[in-house]
């Protein structure tokens, strides 16, 4: 499967952005789809996923009521609606798909991603 996302770009704090990660190839409407960032100099972190089978979300604490993670699967797309920026938002921020019914927050288990896209919140 291959993923590209869009939709970063440069956003005052408070400011909103959405991601979007369209997937191609061989795709599974059951796949979990999760978002991870990484911040210049840290490593890559989970951020929200969603699984296939019932749209089950799972976020950050980090992220949790700022972010929102969804799905639709007729266009094999994922989308993350990214409320009330701040700051230490900013990074490059992933889709990947995991071959799992539950939700991950484990990045080992996603095998499909995509280059990522820059967000960047200034303040």
Same mark, same amino acid.
């Given at each position: 499967? $291959?993923?590209v %996302? ?16 369209v997937? /191609?190839? &061989?795709t599974?409407?059951? @796949? ?5 960032? $990484? #911040?210049?100099?840290k %490593? !890559? %972190? ?6 296939? /089978? !019932?749209?089950?979300? @799972?976020? #950050? ?9 969804? &799905? ?5 797309? #994922?989308?993350?609606?990214?409320? /009330? ?5 900013? #990074?490059? @921020? ?14 080992? %288990? @996603? ?6 896209? $820059? ?5």
């Amino acid at each position: 499967v $291959q993923l590209v %996302e869009s939709g970063g770009g440069l956003v005052q704090a408070g400011g909103s952005l959405r991601l979007t990660c369209v997937a /191609s190839g &061989r795709t599974d409407s059951w @796949y979990t789809i999760g978002w991870f960032r $990484q #911040a210049p100099g840290k %490593e !890559r %972190e989970f951020v929200a996923a969603i699984s296939g /089978s !019932r749209g089950s979300t @799972y976020y #950050a604490d980090s992220v949790k009521g700022r972010l929102t993670i969804s &799905r639709d699967n007729a266009k094999d797309t #994922a989308y993350l609606q990214m409320n /009330s920026l701040k700051p230490e938002d900013t #990074a490059v @921020y992933y889709c990947a798909t995991a071959p799992t019914y539950y939700i991950s927050s484990d990045l080992r %288990e @996603y095998d499909g991603w995509g280059q990522g896209t $820059q967000v960047t919140v200034s303040s």
